[in-house]
């Protein structure tokens, strides 16, 4: 089965967030052409690719893909493998947003309607993220100057503030969502230096 190509809708009659909401319509959709066997099929090459990504790095902060996303379970399991140490998204007290280590085994668990799965435990706050030295997103597209789409509740946004300057990021997105197009921005957005497909790393503008 073949996957059509991505068609950008034009936004430029449109304010910020209206445009984000039909460009995230517009790449849910066509993501639901991926059938779960079109995405294990390409799960070993991301694991490999983002695993060269990582390099030495020793902590990282990554995330459980779920639906269409770029898959991440065989990736976690082989950054654990590496002897790296792994944050995942946690929602933490009063349902604030917040970071928890994962370990193979232990469990994950859905904490709110609508959320990925994440880690049991102590809950950190993004000051943990002073420490990473990597970093694997998520997003819906990412454009060639490094603008990141994303599914719209600002959590990686306000996350990236945190980060080091010297930690290296980069979104998991299919190779059609690198888009040359713009990605409308506003001032919560942060752009992304770098894109992992399944089979390279390539760099945005946003990594000059």
């Known amino acids: 089965m073949s996957i059509s190509p991505l068609s950008i809708p034009d936004t430029s009659a449109v304010d910020v967030e209206e445009a984000k909401q039909i ?6 959709e066509h993501r639901k ?3 779960k066997r079109m995405i294990a099929d390409v799960e070993s090459h991301w694991v490999e690719t983002a695993m060269g990504f990582v390099g030495s790095r020793e902590l990282v902060a990554c995330y459980v ?6 898959p991440t379970q065989a990736l976690l399991g082989a950054l ?49 993220l002073d420490e990473v030295e990597a ?41 059609e969502e690198f888009i040359s197009e713009a990605i ?15 089979a390279e790393v390539v760099a945005t503008f946003a990594a000059r």
Do not use: C
């Open 135 to 175: 970093m694997i997103i998520p997003a819906l597209a990412v454009s060639h100057q490094g603008a990141r789409l994303g599914q719209g509740g600002g959590w990686y946004d306000r996350a990236l503030k945190r980060v080091s300057a010297n930690a290296l990021v980069g979104a998991m997105i299919y190779p």
């Open 65 to 70: 893909s779920v639906n269409q996303e770029p």
């Open 184 to 198: 409308p921005q506003d001032n919560m957005d942060v752009s992304i230096p770098y894109v992992i497909q399944p």
């Open 80 to 128: 654990h493998e590496a002897g790296k140490r792994i944050l995942l998204p946690k929602l933490g007290p009063g349902l604030s947003r917040a970071w928890g280590f994962f370990e193979p085994g232990t469990s994950l668990v859905q904490m709110a309607p609508g959320r990925p799965p994440e880690p049991e435990g102590q809950a950190f706050d993004n000051d943990i």
């Open 33 to 35: 052409q991926r059938t």
């Open 23 to 28: 460009l995230r319509a517009a790449v849910r």
